[in-house]
């Protein structure tokens, strides 16, 4: 015997390896098969001997491949492997069921390439007499002085599966894939099984104990996957009416949840009564029994998530032992779908929140389309990325990006807050940096790290950068708050990243603030914005600029003529890093701002003749646009009012501005003053302080926006 200890270089697997080496029978001169070759030592006993004696039973088998992947020795001759017919020189994948012969050919040849072991995989094996082993097979490369690959697999012992199945189980927080899961491995009982939910836990509604004539049913998983016959419920379908209820009176006999046996067809049929509910519910033409067994969610009362069934061939009934295990999987698994309803309940939720949040139409004077890709199609991806645009009552467009640290619910509550609050401060007349300065103040006071950080998210550290389109100067102001630089391709085709100055994220340390910017920049009809967040071009392997740079260049070959929706997802799959970390979302916005033949505007001093002197050239545009009287009337006595108004309490330079909208007139009057006006009570006898009450009566809607050197009083009119 060799007694020379392994070197401490070998790998485990190449233990393993050598070990099912010896387990293997070796080359003798009658072939791998002869007798020899199986012989047992002088004074040993026999296997059978030796489990007679009260040794454990063996589950232990083991098959050599060559690199074509035929058998080359195999060892399988424990009783439990019996039909399991591997022939010395037959392909390996002649043991596998149809289904599964691509992906068990792919591990093998990944194994052989790579020479990395794939280990402990749960797999069934095809008997001779049709039926089918479950196996936990692992693939390793052969030991020396064989070449090719060891295939050992392992008798799934009913305790052992029961373990391996629940931790496979557990492993995903989606319903369908949980759903999968069981019946994967319900199937070493029978020969079909499914998972039929009750619809409110497939959409992750709260499920309660319903009167049983309420009850709806969905298939949420089936296998094996083939060819079904006619009518048969497949996965995705819901369950005739009639089944559903039947199935849930039958799961709640003596009003507790219990498993039930139908034991063949004859039994089968008597029970549905229906030949429609025989071909929706038995998987076959042929004589089957099936156990069901309810998902029970343990409360008072216990509350039933669906049903498991699992179908075999009549001639093997199901034993109470077996019954007792298909019970005992379901329910120490029932609270993993439980966990998924759930995580399906938040993602419904966190989704509909994000879709509240998608970018509306811009109005008449943008155009804009939007893309949001989550990390991965769970909830966990779904999380902080937002983009937004919006109207702003004044006339000018909002385009907004933004991104919380994190995913889940927390970080999608505290992006619809700041998304909230910056579209209510921005409508309120608020400049873009001064929109910042207020959402810096409530990131710091809605933080909480603690109970962020464990949720999965921190307000800490957001970002966000905001422009505003004004349609008639076709200006852009913007401001940015630690959030990648906006791209911006003009009419003629340059496109570049707009040069703004950085700045920390939202809620950064009192010492590392700095006063927010705002940044103009010149977007003439036909220019094309880009908003993104960093998901989009952060790849692990290049530089953070060269993925701004691929944007740049993909935003550049937008066409004008491109529809802009087809033109985003072409892009973001142009960008988009194979290997994501992150969402991806990108706003494309088209400026096309207002004729030059719809506005007017003027320059008046602060005299008391200004309010006449604007009416008369107010007058000239009224008439050429053929607005009404009644119309014009209002417009009139409306800048009168609010260039009386800029003059007796503000001064200096006056500004009016007339612009024609789809819908209306809005009339703007700009001054040096920095005070609110205010609708206030107006005594019945006071002659002044009427002015403000003359336009809210005039007006649709009217308001105040400040600006560097003052402030813009608004109002609209109906046409």
């Known amino acids: 015997m060799d007694s020379t200890p392994p070197s401490s270089s070998s790998s485990g697997f190449d233990l393993v390896s050598s070990a099912l080496g010896r387990y293997l029978p070796h080359d003798r001169a009658g072939g791998p098969d002869s007798a020899e070759s199986n012989t047992e030592p002088a004074g040993q006993p026999s296997e ?27 060892n399988l001759e424990a009783p439990v492997f019996a039909g399991v017919d591997a022939v010395i020189g037959r392909p390996f994948v002649d043991l596998l069921p149809r289904g599964d012969v691509p992906t068990v050919t792919r591990r093998l040849r990944q194994v052989l390439e790579t020479g990395e072991a794939h ?29 090719g690959l060891t295939v050992s697999v392992i008798a799934m012992a009913r305790r052992l599966h029961l373990y391996a199945a629940e931790t496979a189980i557990g492993t995903s927080l989606d319903i369908g894939e949980t759903a999968q899961s069981l019946a994967e491995s319900l199937l070493a009982w029978g020969d079909v099984a ?44 819901d369950l005739p009416g009639e089944a559903s209820r039947l199935l849930a009176r039958a799961t709640r006999r003596a009003d507790a949840p219990q498993s039930f046996v139908l034991p063949d067809r004859t039994a089968i049929e008597r029970v549905l009564g229906s030949p429609r509910l025989v071909r929706a519910l038995v998987p076959g033409e042929r004589s089957a029994g099936v156990a069901c067994v309810p998902l029970v969610l343990e409360g008072d009362p216990p509350v039933v998530l669906g049903v498991a069934e699992v179908w075999r061939r009549a001639d ?12 005992e999987l379901v329910a120490r698994t029932s609270h993993h779908v439980d966990l998924a309803r759930q995580h399906q309940r938040e993602h419904t939720q966190v989704l509909a929140l994000q879709r509240r949040l998608l970018p509306r139409s811009g109005g008449g004077t943008v155009e804009t389309a939007s893309v949001y890709q989550p990390t991965t ?100 102001a913007l401001s940015n708050a630690g959030h990648l630089p906006p791209i911006l391709v003009s009419p003629d085709g340059r496109a570049a990243p707009l040069p703004v100055h950085p700045h920390p994220g939202l809620g950064a ?28 071009v952060e790849d692990p392997a290049l530089p953070i600029d060269e993925g701004i740079g691929r944007l740049t260049e993909a935003v550049a070959a937008v066409h004008p003529w491109d529809t802009l929706q087809q033109a985003a997802r072409k892009v973001v799959a142009e960008v988009m890093p194979t290997r994501r970390r992150d969402d991806v979302t990108l706003l494309l916005a088209r400026t096309i ?4 033949g719809d506005t007017a505007t003027w320059h008046l001093p602060a005299r008391e003749d200004s309010a006449a002197r604007a009416r008369a050239l107010v007058s000239a545009p009224l008439r050429q646009w053929d607005t009404r009287d009644t119309t014009r009337d209002k417009v009139l006595l409306l800048v009168s009012e609010l260039v009386t108004n800029a003059v007796r309490h503000a001064g200096g330079p006056v500004t009016v501005r007339l612009i024609r909208t789809g819908h209306g007139l809005l009339c703007e009057v700009g001054d040096t003053g920095n005070g609110r006006p205010r609708l206030g009570r107006c005594r019945p006898l006071a002659d002044r302080g009427r002015g403000l009450h003359v336009v809210h009566r005039l007006t649709t809607r009217w308001g105040v926006r400040w600006t560097e050197t003052g402030k813009v009083v608004w109002a609209e009119v109906a046409r």
């Open 48 to 74: 059978h001997e030796g489990r007679a004696a009260g040794r454990p039973e063996q589950i232990l088998g083991a098959v050599n491949l060559d690199r074509e992947l035929r058998v080359t020795h195999r």
């Open 119 to 147: 280990v402990a995989r749960v797999q069934r094996l095809r008997r001779t007499d049709g039926s089918e082993l479950v196996v936990s097979m692992s693939i390793l490369p052969a030991a020396a002085p064989r070449e």
């Open 194 to 237: 499914a998972i039929d939910l009750d619809f409110a836990v497939w959409t992750g509604e709260h499920v309660t104990g319903r009167a049983q004539d309420r009850i709806r049913l969905r298939r949420a998983a089936l296998v094996p996957d083939r060819a079904w016959p006619e009518g048969y419920v497949t996965l995705g379908d």
């Open 316 to 327: 093997r009934p199901f034993a109470d032992s077996e019954l007792f295990d298909l019970q």
């Open 377 to 476: 199609p769970d909830s966990a991806g779904v999380g902080g990325d937002w983009v937004n645009s919006f109207p702003l009552p004044d006339g000018r467009t909002a385009l907004v990006v933004g991104d919380v640290v994190g995913h889940g619910l927390g970080a999608a509550a505290t992006m619809g807050q700041l998304s909230m609050e910056a579209r209510a401060l921005l409508s309120a007349g608020l400049a873009p940096d001064e929109v910042l300065e207020h959402l810096d103040e409530t990131v710091t006071l809605l933080d909480d790290a603690d109970s962020g950080l464990a949720a999965g998210y921190s307000a800490l550290g957001s970002t966000c950068c905001i422009a505003v389109y004004d349609p008639v100067g076709h200006r852009l």
């Open 509 to 536: 340390e009192f010492a590392l603030r700095e006063p927010f910017g705002v940044h103009t920049f010149p977007a003439p009809p036909g220019s094309l914005l880009a908003l993104y967040t960093d998901g989009l």
């Open 593 to 596: 701002g207002h004729r030059r």
